[in-house]
C-alpha cells in the first residue's frame, strides 16, 4: 500500500543535543509537511516543501530546520531542543496544496 | 479574519447513540472543506470531504453536508461505535497560501 512512513515512532534525545526525524513516502506527491502537535492539541504547520521549494511557517523557531533530499524523503532537523519541543511530529504528503493530506503515523519525541 | 470553529469537547456517547459534532467556519470563496480523524496514538487519517456547496461528504457511516448558507459542516453518524473513539478535526484551507487549518479537535468516547 502506498503509503507516508515515520521513523522512529518514538525518539528520546537529551535538552540540547540534535536530532533528526524522518519521513519517506510511495504516494509520489509533490507536497511534503511537517507539523508539531502537542498533547490536546491541533497540528501546527511547521514547514512544507513543494517539490523542492521549501516554505518556512512565520513563526517556526530557527531550531527547526528541514531538508529533502528527493520526492520520497523528507527530515526535520532540531538543532538544539529544548523541553517544550516535547510533542508528537507528523509528517503528511498531498498532490497539490488543497488536495486532502496523507499522514504518517507521527514520531513522539521527549526531550530528557 | 478567515477561521475554523468546532464545538468544545470532550463528548462521551454510549454504544448506538446519534453522533453530531458541530463545525462552522470563516472564510473567503468556498473552500473545501475536510473532517480528520485521529486514533490513538496514530496519526491523522481523513475522514471525509465535500468541495463544493451543498455536497455531502460520507464515509464509515459518518457524513457531512457543506452548507453554505449557515458556513457549517457538521459531522453526524447515526449509531457509534466504541470504534469511533477518537479525536475529530474539522479542517479547510485559509488565508492567502491555502493552508490547511485544523479546528481544536474534539475528543470523542464512546462507552459499551
Known amino acids: 500500500d502506498a503509503m507516508v512512513i515515520q521513523n522512529p515512532r518514538y525518539q528520546v534525545t537529551q535538552f540540547g543535543k540534535p536530532v533528526t526525524l524522518s519521513c519517506s513516502q510511495t504516494l509520489n506527491h509533490n507536497v511534503m509537511y511537517w507539523y508539531q502537535q502537542k498533547s490536546s492539541q491541533a497540528p501546527k504547520l511547521l514547514f512544507h516543501y513543494y517539490d523542492k521549494d521549501f516554505n518556512n511557517e512565520a513563526d517556526t523557531p530557527d531550531n527547526f530546520q528541514s531538508r529533502r533530499p528527493n520526492t520520497s524523503f523528507c527530515f526535520l532537523d532540531i538543532r538544539s531542543p529544548g523541553l517544550g519541543d516535547a510533542a508528537m511530529y507528523l509528517c503528511a504528503t498531498s498532490r497539490a496544496f488543497l488536495e486532502p493530506q496523507h499522514f504518517g503515523d507521527g514520531t513522539r519525541l521527549s526531550i530528557l | 479574519g478567515d477561521s475554523v470553529t468546532q464545538m468544545e469537547g470532550p463528548v462521551t456517547l454510549s454504544e448506538e447513540a446519534f453522533l453530531t459534532i458541530n463545525c462552522t467556519y470563516t472564510a473567503t470563496g468556498y473552500p473545501s472543506l475536510f473532517w480528520y480523524v485521529q486514533y490513538p496514538g496514530e496519526g491523522l487519517q481523513l475522514l471525509l470531504k465535500?468541495?463544493?456547496?451543498?455536497d455531502k461528504g460520507s464515509n464509515k457511516g459518518f457524513e457531512a453536508t457543506y452548507r453554505k448558507e449557515t458556513t457549517s459542516f457538521h459531522l453526524e453518524k447515526g449509531s457509534v461505535q466504541v470504534s469511533d473513539s477518537a479525536v475529530y478535526f474539522c479542517?479547510?484551507?485559509?488565508?492567502?497560501?491555502?493552508?490547511?487549518?485544523f479546528g481544536k479537535g474534539i475528543t470523542l468516547s464512546v462507552r459499551p
Open positions: 479542517a479547510l484551507p485559509l488565508g492567502a497560501n491555502s493552508k490547511l487549518t
Open positions: 465535500a468541495t463544493k456547496a451543498d
